[in-house]
């Protein structure tokens, strides 16, 4: 018996071993990640309000729509972007009526860039994050430079019109000051707003150009008011650029707080709030205005200088005064929360990167190659800076992981989210992405929950060959609702098997799996997304 069992054995090691060393590295690799292409495939699947089904009945307290942002066209024609934040932007939604029904839908957000790229069966010359192959000629160039960014693909927000009967309006973001109006409900494009400046001592001049702006504004603490800024680069010698500290009163009306001169504009993604103070950190990765004029490529036209202080700018709300300091060199796209405490200082959680060399690695090309995307280091480290402001510092802390229950990686998050309910406070719990989390593939991606109080209470979720996304912290009713981690995450998952999406909720507490449903169709990689209790009409007619 043990003599066959040994013959069997060698036989099979015979005939499997010389398949495996015949397959290239990538190859083999690509076996160990099935489905993990789906995120960086074009879907032109679109549909509305298809009902979708729970494997468990999910509560009827839950009432909303959960909307997110994201790619959804790589290509169009013989043309390819070759960076992923230039996919043409598709929404998704998950409309909860509050009658434990759940209903789909995703639509193409109908940008002038994706109708005319559309109608012409080819990538139309608008300014993007990076570039298209082949190449745009000089003429497109500056056809691009001209147009400016209209791919509207990384958030969606909702601003309250305060000057007509507090009407909510839908945007969806980018990085930069245009947006696009939306119809919630049916994902509908409304309508491309620009937003005139507010004038101040260099604002709306013919001198400088006034785009950059951010995908994640923040809330004015007791208002209906948002924040956000606006970068004005100045083309002419001689003239500094500037920031702007801007207060967002509807997509039409802005006031401005607060303007600063700067010698460079740095590339700012998000910033923080507190009740009475605006916090932004702007590290040293400079807008180059020659070579974005000359190459017409925003991201390689940014200059990343690795021995420069980050400059950290504190808004006094109500004054508009700008302290300034700096601190160790340090590059973030996303900050945490912020809040004051009783001492005066003011604390600030960031997900930190040592430098934007990772934004770069998501390049198209890399994220669909097996073996170029395990090799790139994509962290990023939870770091808390207490600012005092008596003293003109901030000290930074860093929040290990204690391993002792079998985690290591819960500071190493991105795409962070909380407990709406403690923005502002002294809060415990940050829920967050890690791609790569064994340190080995890009594709082991974790949801973690780090518990910053230090209780040892860090969670993580994790399914081998299933790829969530961000997830959205919905909390328990009041009724149930004790702790601040009494709620549910919300979370697209690429079912990489399956080769489909599921919307998972995970309880945040235990970060476990207690409900999901597949999707009529899969979902490309998302961005960013928000969670509108508000919303909770379903149009009769189901659409495809």
Not at 516 to 521: D, N
């Amino acid at each position: 018996m043990h003599l066959k069992m040994a013959f069997r054995f060698f036989l099979n090691f015979a005939i499997v071993v010389p398949i495996l060393m015949s397959m290239s590295a990538p190859d083999f690799a690509l076996d160990l990640e099935p489905g993990f292409d789906v995120f960086f495939k074009t879907n032109l699947d679109e549909m509305e309000n298809v009902p979708i089904y729970f494997d468990k009945p999910i509560p009827k307290w839950l009432q909303g729509t959960l909307i997110r942002n994201g790619l959804g066209r790589f290509e169009v024609g013989h043309r390819n972007f070759t960076h992923s934040f230039d996919a043409f932007g598709k929404l998704s939604s998950w409309v909860f009526p509050g009658n434990g029904s759940a209903f789909f839908s995703t639509k193409y957000i109908q940008s002038e860039f994706y109708k005319e790229s559309v109608d012409k069966n080819d990538i139309a010359s608008y300014l993007m994050f990076e570039s298209v192959v082949p190449k745009f000629n000089e003429f497109q160039k500056l056809e691009a430079l001209a147009r400016g960014i209209d791919n509207m693909n990384v958030n969606v927000y909702k601003f309250t019109d305060q000057d007509h009967d507090n009407i909510s309006q839908y945007v969806v973001l980018n990085d930069f000051w245009k947006l696009y109006q939306i119809e919630p409900s049916s994902l509908t494009t409304m309508q491309s707003v620009t937003a005139a400046v507010p004038s101040g001592k260099h604002s709306g001049g013919f001198a400088f150009l006034s785009f950059l702006s951010s995908a994640h504004p923040l809330p004015e603490s007791g208002t209906l008011n948002h924040f956000t800024f606006v970068s004005s680069v100045s083309i002419i010698p001689g003239i500094k650029s500037k920031i702007s500290l801007i207060r967002v009163k509807s997509t039409t009306v802005r006031e401005a707080v607060a303007e600063w001169d700067v010698d460079k504009v740095p590339y700012m993604h998000s910033f923080s709030v507190t009740p009475n103070y605006v916090i932004i950190f702007a590290a040293p990765f400079y807008v180059n205005v020659e070579k974005i004029l000359r190459t017409a490529e925003p991201f390689d036209s940014l200059d990343w200088f690795d021995d420069q202080d980050t400059t950290v700018y504190v808004i006094h709300i109500k004054t508009g005064h700008v302290q300034t300091m700096t601190i160790q060199n340090v590059f973030t796209m996303h900050h945490i929360n912020a809040f004051e405490r009783n001492d005066s200082k003011i604390v600030v959680d960031i997900s930190a990167y040592p430098s934007p060399a990772f934004v770069k690695n998501l390049e198209i090309a890399i994220l669909r190659d097996v073996v170029k995307r395990n090799n790139f280091d994509a962290h990023a480290i939870v770091k808390r800076y207490v600012i005092d402001l008596e003293n003109n510092n901030a000290t930074m802390i860093t929040f290990e992981t204690n391993e002792s229950n079998g985690i290591r990686c819960a500071h190493k998050l991105d795409m962070p989210t909380i407990n709406e309910n403690y923005r502002y406070k002294d809060y415990c719990f940050v829920y967050g992405v890690v791609l790569k989390w064994d340190d080995v593939r890009l594709s082991r991606i974790a949801i973690v929950k780090k518990d910053l109080c230090g209780q040892n209470r860090d969670r993580m979720w994790f399914v081998p060959n299933h790829y969530p996304t961000e997830a959205w912290f919905v909390p328990f009713p009041s009724y149930k609702a004790k702790n601040e981690d009494d709620g549910y995450l919300l979370v697209p998952v690429l079912d990489g098997t399956k080769k489909n999406t599921y919307l998972a909720f995970i309880d945040a507490r235990t970060m476990t799996t207690t409900h999901r449903a597949y999707l009529p169709t899969p979902v490309p990689f998302s961005l960013h997304g928000r969670f509108f209790p508000e919303l909770v009409d379903v149009p009769n007619k189901t659409k495809f």
